[in-house]
Nanobody
Framework: QVQLVESGGGLVQAGGSLRLSCAASGRTSSTYHMGWFRQAPGKERDLVAA????????VYADSVKGRSTISRDDAKNTVYLQMNSLNPEDTAVYYC?????????????????WGQGTQVTVSS
């Protein structure tokens, strides 16, 4: 089992950047494939980005592709989401998630563990 704690959210102006962090404890993060999801008020929780256990494969939502980067540092048991050129549509609670098996990274049901979320608010 693994516990996930997100940090790095906050209020940022449009065009700005943020780096979210997800610290894992318990079983080491290298055991898991990792993902970042987000949920805006009244909307479903959707994948933002995911990274394979080895770090060799990443996937991104079309809405963030080209301006976001997911990475992992297994020595620190931490996964990051760097987001640039933020816009108000990026406002949401961002969740870190872990899964033991590969498959459809976009499927929320296939993630086994979740953090509590961190709020990102982008002002126009």
């Amino acid at each position: 089992q693994v516990q996930l704690v997100e940090s790095g959210g906050g209020l940022v102006q449009a065009g700005g950047s943020l780096r979210l962090s997800c610290a894992a404890s318990g079983r080491t993060s290298s055991t898991y494939h990792m993902g970042w999801f987000r949920q805006a008020p009244g909307k479903e929780r959707d994948l933002v980005a995911a990274i394979s256990r080895s770090g060799g494969m990443t996937v991104y939502a079309d809405s963030v592709k080209g301006r976001s980067t997911i990475s992992r540092d297994d020595a620190k048991n931490t996964v990051y989401l760097q987001m640039n050129s933020l816009n108000p549509e990026d406002t949401a609670v961002y969740y870190c998630a872990a899964r033991e098996y590969s498959g459809n990274y976009y499927s929320i049901r296939e993630y086994d563990y979740w953090g509590q979320g961190t709020q990102v608010t982008v002002s126009s």
